[in-house]
């Protein structure tokens, strides 16, 4: 199973692993700086797909911080990229965003 993986991996088409660039997020006062601490562990996919409110944004950065190993975000840096996520990924930004569409 693991050779098959391997396989397929090795076999993903170019255009797969193209490199993102902040233009895919949202023009606006954070942009770089999200998509910069983001992108350093993810792709923007898994931001744009997201609808949090501000709170939820925040305490995302503790869980990235404590499980999963992102180097902290503190300060002014933080206040910066958790008020672009909410402004922009929030959600009121896109009320569809991050639910289930098969679900009432």
């Keep these: 199973m ?4 391997l396989a397929l991996a090795l076999a993903a088409p170019a255009w797969a692993a193209e490199p993102e660039e902040p233009s895919v997020l949202p023009a606006g006062p954070g942009q770089e700086e999200t ?8 792709s923007t996919a898994i931001i744009r797909r ?3 409110d501000r709170a939820r944004w925040d305490g995302l950065m503790d869980w990235m911080t404590e499980v999963q190993g992102m180097p902290k975000l503190e300060g002014e840096e933080r206040r910066v990229i958790v008020d672009y996520l909410a402004q ?3 959600p009121r930004a896109n009320p569809a965003r991050g639910r289930n569409p098969f679900l009432p």
């Design 2 to 5: 693991r050779a098959l993986l």
């Design 35 to 42: 998509f910069y601490a983001c992108t350093a562990c993810h």
């Design 50 to 52: 997201s609808a949090f």
């Design 88 to 90: 922009h990924f929030g």
